[in-house]
T-cell receptor, first 111, second 112 residues
Framework: EAQVTQNPRYLITVTGKKLTVTCSQN?????MSWYRQDPGLGLRQIYY???????DKGDVPEGYKVSRKEKRNFPLILESPSPNQTSLYFC??????????FGPGTRLTVL | SQKIEQNSEALNIQEGKTATLTCNYT??????LQWYRQDPGRGPVFLLL?????KEKRKERLKVTFDTTLKQSLFHITASQPADSATYLC???????????FGAGTRLAVHP
């Protein structure tokens, strides 16, 4: 089954404790991206990747890191999470900029 | 800056009626625009893509129009059903930034 998976689905953590949210897709898509979704603000792009070892900043990259060492994986790293990073996070993949396939989401709470 | 506007108020309609959702964009000219459906707590799901040279696109009970002069897309669901209740997001593609820019979405509630 073609899908994008994210882990964990829910995470409660404390300020400053490094965390990684994993994202994996099995559709051989070149393009992957991370979004955060906050009430009233819609989906905002954090980082995106055009292909292996090619990443770039989106609209709200501050406080986040990404890597793309393999085509299927695109982890999101929060080196020192802060409460303003409490949000619902989505990973997405696609061929070029066409139909985006979204993961199920990760609900992060930073205390 | 590039801006997407979708009606933030929920749209409440009766089952069987046609729902019409609006997406307005400013300060750019997207080559194409996508519509997604999102259920609470879940990831958006792609519905339709319409290109700038297409005035209208249909898929089953869904119809999308794209007016590049008005800088507006309309999304219609005909013969609406309670199962159509969800939030609908529009996402015009920004060639300048090489990405989709998502609107905040409009919540649709279809009542039996």
């Amino acid at each position: 089954e073609a899908q994008v998976t994210q882990n964990p689905r829910y995470l409660i953590t404390v300020t400053g404790k490094k965390l990684t949210v994993t994202c994996s897709q099995n559709m051989n898509h070149e393009y992957m991206s991370w979004y955060r979704q906050d009430p009233g603000l819609g989906l905002r792009q954090i980082y995106y990747s055009m292909n292996v070892e090619v990443t770039d900043k989106g609209d709200v990259p501050e406080g986040y890191k990404v890597s793309r060492k393999e085509k299927r994986n695109f982890p999101l790293i929060l080196e020192s999470p802060s409460p303003n990073q409490t949000s619902l996070y989505f990973c997405a993949s696609s061929f070029s900029y066409n139909e985006q396939f979204f993961g199920p989401g990760t609900r992060l709470t930073v205390l | 800056s590039q801006k997407i506007e979708q009606n933030s108020e929920a749209l409440n309609i009766q089952e069987g009626k046609t729902a019409t959702l609006t997406c307005n964009y400013t300060n750019y000219s997207p080559a194409y625009l996508q519509w997604y459906r999102q259920d609470p707590g879940r990831g958006p799901v792609f519905l339709l893509l319409i290109r700038e040279n297409e005035k209208e696109k249909r898929k089953e009970r869904l119809k999308v129009t794209f007016d590049t002069t008005l800088k507006q897309s309309l999304f219609h669901i005909t013969a609406s059903q309670p199962a159509d209740s969800a939030t609908y997001l529009c996402a015009p593609f920004s060639g300048g930034y090489n990405k989709l820019i998502f609107g905040a979405g409009t919540r649709l509630a279809v009542h039996p």
